[in-house]
């Protein structure tokens, strides 16, 4: 009898040992299959983890990854009491449940209460099967399995994840954006039944659908809560009154160019987080929006802001208007490479001060002068005489800065900012820096600008700007020296703010710019902790009439979103405080200037003239027009924008055919280097008008 005992247990803990032997190879072979779990948005946050935009999934889902601790406890109680009671006692299979969902169906003929536990749902969710016995089998082995692998809140974490809100909306956090308009952190009690509920029949319960029983559904949940304790009656009958949403939200789409970028630099499904303060970025957004009122499409607006200190960008927008296809909204004015106009200025005159070339107190010339075939002038086409250096860059006066560049040398200056991070872009790359650009004869970025300016800021340390939470490692580099840059920066925080807009309480400096043709302006500045940099003109660089005093007055608008943080006063002990010293007393240029009898004048066309042409070389008559000088000393030289016109020695007149319509700048240039400048606005003139 002994014996055979010893022999039935030896066979049962065989069999017994089979069967966990036979399950660990199930197991292993046919593991859990998370790959839905895995396959989620891409979602990028700003530097609090608040969504700034989400994007869809390959196969055109929302969902993302949420943890239990995303969710509001609310929604945490009602679902367990509603779904799954036992979720933190059972194995993953609720035998009674099962047992008691059988028996309701068998009396009722109808099923009355589900039998499946949370767990077994997660396993429906990751491997989604038609409802048969087969499937159920399927889903308690399924069940078992999982948490055998994970604990408890793994698990409804994979539940928070996956469960379906309706249309393409998986996951609590998804249900939350789309349906109530913010994240499931913070969910009242109607919020979180209505959550709860959806999942039981996504399609037939959203709420956008007519005459959907959604708010049924929901009291229904409610109830229940209150039976079991959950809500109290007051909470219930409160959440109860609480209206059903009956749309659908759009996802956020906040920073949409840096987000677009940063997701496809990154694998899919990663969360990336940034620099970018959402609140910051909400009013940036918002703020350049409304400078649209005042712009007529094509022209858009971008916008960075960043802190200095630390060179984090803190809100940045490509355009003013993603979705606007008149305005091209979806490129990405940031990192386009434009003209910047007058804004390389006070680089140049950094470097210069660096190089004890000259100090705020030297005076210039700033008269008509000629370096060789180069004969630049002023935005109005008038000289000023002898001006300080400080007067010469509030001024923005081309003069002065041209003699500037050519004392430091052009190849020398963009070295020097190829060496520091910031390299200045030729349309030919083999020729050699020159002159123009202290005009905006060259091309940079608003990026590229407002890290230059982030440098004179911060003591003449150029560090790039950051915008991710991880970013790469920072090299730091020297483009001026602090005594150079402060003096620069104070020269800047003289500089009067936009006629009709009063000075900013804290001190700032700042910097306009507008480049040829009036196709872009710009503004920079900065004050003691922020620099914030404004673009405005087309993407596809035609002309728009836009200058850079209109830039500045956004600027100055942007700056009220900030903080005051006063720039510092130059030091009384600054080497480039009060007067010159002796050897750098006056300026001296290397350019040919001639004294004429009679300053040459453009008698055709007079400068404010609107010019009505055939544009389509329709009549080879109406194509062009005449340019005509008098006075000054011939022979002339002719440029339309800075762009020399072909003429006959010694005439006093050219030919001119524009190819598109816009404003441009005519310029005669004398023998002696003297000029006179008209501006004119091309009009395309209508067939057969």
């Not at 059903?244 to 949409?256: E, H, K």
């Not at 710019?513 to 404004?534: C, H, L, P, Q």
């Not at 100055?556 to 900030?562: A, K, N, R, S």
């Not at 027009?625 to 030289?637: I, K, S, W």
Request: contains cysteine; proline residues 8%; positive net charge.
């Amino acid at each position: 009898m002994r014996r055979r005992l010893a022999q039935t247990g030896a066979g049962l803990g065989l069999l017994l040992l089979s069967v966990v032997l036979l399950l660990a190879v199930l197991d292993r072979v046919y593991p859990p299959d998370l790959r839905r779990l895995q396959d989620v948005s891409t979602i990028v946050v700003d530097r609090n983890g608040h969504l700034l935009r989400p994007f869809r999934t390959d196969d055109g889902v929302w969902r993302f990854t949420t943890r239990v601790e995303d969710v509001s406890p609310h929604y945490i109680d009602l679902l367990l009491a509603i779904e799954d009671r036992h979720f933190y006692s059972h194995p993953g299979v609720d035998p009674l449940a099962l047992l008691r969902a059988c028996l309701q169906v068998a009396w009722h003929r109808h099923v009355v209460s589900g039998g499946s536990t949370l767990t077994m749902q997660v396993a429906r969710l990751l491997e989604p099967r038609p409802r048969t016995l087969t499937a159920k089998l399927i889903e308690i082995a399924r069940a078992l399995q999982l948490e055998w692998h994970y604990d408890k809140n793994a698990i409804l974490s994979f539940y928070l994840t996956l469960a379906p809100m309706g249309g393409n909306l998986e996951g609590v956090r998804a249900g939350a954006m789309a349906w109530l308009g913010h994240e499931p952190a913070s969910l009242s009690a109607a919020e979180a039944a209505l959550l709860v509920a959806l999942p039981q029949a996504p399609s037939k319960l959203r709420p956008d659908r007519e005459n959907a029983p959604t708010q049924a559904i929901r009291d229904r949940v409610l109830a229940r809560a209150e039976e079991a304790g959950v809500l109290s009656p007051a909470d219930a009958s409160a959440a109860r009154a609480t209206p059903i949403p009956v749309r659908r939200l759009t996802m956020p789409m906040l920073a949409p160019h840096l987000s677009e970028r940063l997701a496809a630099a990154n694998p899919s499904g990663t969360t990336v987080h940034t620099t970018i303060d959402g609140a910051l970025q909400t009013g940036l957004e918002r703020m350049l929006r409304q400078g649209l009122h005042d712009v007529p499409a094509p022209v858009n607006l971008a916008a960075i802001i960043a802190d200095h200190r630390s060179g984090t960008i803190l809100a940045q927008a490509g355009s003013a208007a993603y979705m606007d296809q008149r305005r091209s909204g979806m490129i990405d004015m940031t990192r386009a490479i434009r003209s910047p106009g007058s804004t390389l200025k006070p680089l140049i005159y950094a470097m210069a001060f660096d190089a004890r070339l000259a100090h705020p107190a030297t005076i210039a010339r700033d008269a008509a002068t000629r370096y060789f075939d180069y004969a630049p002038h002023n935005f109005d086409g008038s000289f000023n005489g002898d001006v300080t250096l400080r007067e010469a860059l509030q001024f923005s006066l081309n003069l002065p800065a041209v003699a500037l560049l050519d004392r430091l040398g052009p190849v020398a200056f963009a070295t020097r900012m190829k060496e520091v991070g910031l390299p200045l872009t030729f349309q030919n790359p083999n020729v050699t820096p020159a002159l123009p650009i202290a005009l905006g004869g060259v091309g940079t970025t608003l990026t590229d600008l407002v890290t230059a300016y982030a440098g004179l800021a911060n003591g003449g340390i150029v560090r790039p700007l950051v915008e991710t939470g991880t970013p790469p490692p920072q090299s730091e580099e020297t483009l001026v020296s602090p005594d150079a840059a402060a003096a620069v920066a104070d020269i800047l925080a003289g500089v009067a703010p936009p006629t009709g807009l009063a000075p900013r309480q804290a001190r700032l400096g700042f910097k306009t710019g507008t480049s040829y043709r009036f196709r872009d302006g710009w503004a920079i500045g900065f004050d003691g902790r922020y620099v914030v940099g404004v673009w405005m003109g087309r993407a596809d660089g035609g002309s728009c009439n836009c200058v850079g005093i209109k830039a500045a007055a956004i600027m100055q608008h942007v700056f009220g979103l900030l903080p005051p943080v006063a720039l510092p006063v130059l030091p009384q002990n600054s080497p480039f405080a009060g007067d010159a010293p002796a050897t750098l007393v006056r300026l001296d240029t290397r350019g040919l200037r001639m004294p004429g009898t009679k300053p040459p004048t453009i008698a055709f066309p007079i400068a404010g003239s609107a010019l009505l042409l055939d544009l389509n070389g329709g009549d080879p008559k109406m194509a062009g027009v005449a340019l005509r000088a008098e006075g000054g000393t011939r022979p002339y030289r002719w440029l339309v924008d800075g762009r020399s016109l072909t003429s006959d020695t010694f005439a006093t007149q050219t030919w001119w055919a524009p190819r598109e319509p816009g404003f441009s700048t005519i310029t005669v240039v004398d023998a002696t280097g003297a000029s006179a400048s008209a501006n004119v606005r091309v009009l395309p003139r209508e067939p057969g008008g």
